[in-house]
């Protein structure tokens, strides 16, 4: 913004918005004054201004503008929404709905906090768009989590401005922990540290073999389409490793296509691993495993010798890190 004086000399400017004022300063004649901070958008602000007049009396005047839209708005999505109840490994997802210059302006306003006293968690950037946060360990059972994006006022660099806050809170459900062994082809179910189940289980044939790790449950479907050719396999009927199948009450574990799911035409559970890197279970289990399961619950895989998918697949991507390497995802620290 500029003030300019056609008649007399300006001894003072001072530009506000509320409380908060922006800088500037006057050319050396001081018939100009020009701020030297940022306007934000749709924002009014007023200007009082002292002169000097010709005869070198004082003047004041109160000037105010408003400033124009914004024409690159960064606003976001996220998971959990409000009054959500999710598992005890759920990640904090916000996605920008475009790249973010200055991650760092950005972080410093963002926030997580609880009602269950501190609770130590970072954020994660896995790409200029999205960013999870996590605590360092899973979240206490019943908590109340509150997220804080404050983007109103907010400049990411790049003519890119935050459109608004964005806070909501939701909870925490029971601790839910599956174990999974490959090798030993078991399934063992977990409520708030209680086994409630022991279930025979088939995995990934080799070429195939289900990955170890910590997986947090994305989601539960009553009936899916699994087909080779959506991930990347035979599209061809008859061809080896072809197939085509409805299937039932599936739990899902990565974007990819890792599902606990019924598998009644697998003979050989407890025995033998025949999958193509799903888990199996019978239709009864299956059944019982998508009822007891909710988004952020954890599913831990052993046995298998095949790591984690670090850091590509969301429902692997939060858990199978140590705590310096998610660290060092932060903005704030780079």
């Known amino acids: 913004m500029v003030v300019v004086a056609t008649h007399g000399t300006l001894t003072s400017v001072v530009l506000q918005a509320g409380s908060s004022t922006v800088p500037g300063r006057a050319s050396p004649h001081a018939r100009h004054w020009q701020s030297t901070g940022r306007l934000a958008p749709s924002t009014t602000y007023t200007a ?5 007049g010709p005869q070198g009396q004082p003047v004041q005047k109160a000037l105010q503008v408003r400033t124009g839209k914004a024409t690159r708005l960064l606003t976001m999505t996220a998971t959990p929404g409000p009054r959500w109840t999710v598992g005890v490994a759920e990640p904090v997802v916000v996605t920008f709905n475009r790249p973010v210059p200055n991650r760092a302006v950005v972080q410093r306003r963002m926030s997580v906090s609880t009602d269950a006293g501190r609770v130590t968690g970072a954020w994660h950037w896995f790409s200029p768009t999205v960013v999870h946060y996590r605590p360092r360990h899973f979240w ?3 908590t109340t989590v509150q997220v804080h994006v404050d983007l109103a006022g ?3 660099g790049r003519g890119i401005w935050g459109d608004r806050n964005h806070d909501w809170t939701w909870r925490v459900g029971d601790r839910h922990v599956t174990y999974v062994n490959a090798s030993r082809h078991t399934f063992r179910v977990t409520d ?4 409630v189940a022991r279930w025979p289980t088939g995995m990934g044939m080799p070429g195939f073999v289900t990955r170890d790790g910590v997986y947090t449950v994305l989601g539960t479907l009553p009936v899916v389409r ?3 050719c959506s991930v990347g396999l ?3 009927p008859g061809s080896p490793n072809y197939y085509a199948l409805t299937v039932h009450w599936d739990t899902q574990l990565t974007d990819t296509g890792t599902y606990i799911h019924a598998a009644p035409w697998d003979s050989e559970m407890g025995v033998a691993n025949t999958s193509h890197g799903c888990i199996h279970l019978s239709t009864a289990n299956a059944k019982r495993f998508y009822r007891f399961s909710q988004p952020g619950d954890v599913v831990i895989v052993r046995g298998s010798g095949r790591p984690p998918d670090l850091p590509a697949d969301p429902g692997m991507m939060d858990w199978n890190m140590s705590w310096s390497q998610w660290l060092a995802g932060s903005a704030l620290r780079q």
């Open 226 to 228: 699994m087909t080779s």
């Open 192 to 195: 708030n540290g209680t086994t």
């Open 234 to 236: 035979s599209c061809t």
């Open 48 to 52: 009082v201004v002292h002169l000097s």
């Open 154 to 156: 907010l400049y990411a």
């Open 140 to 142: 206490p059972v019943g």
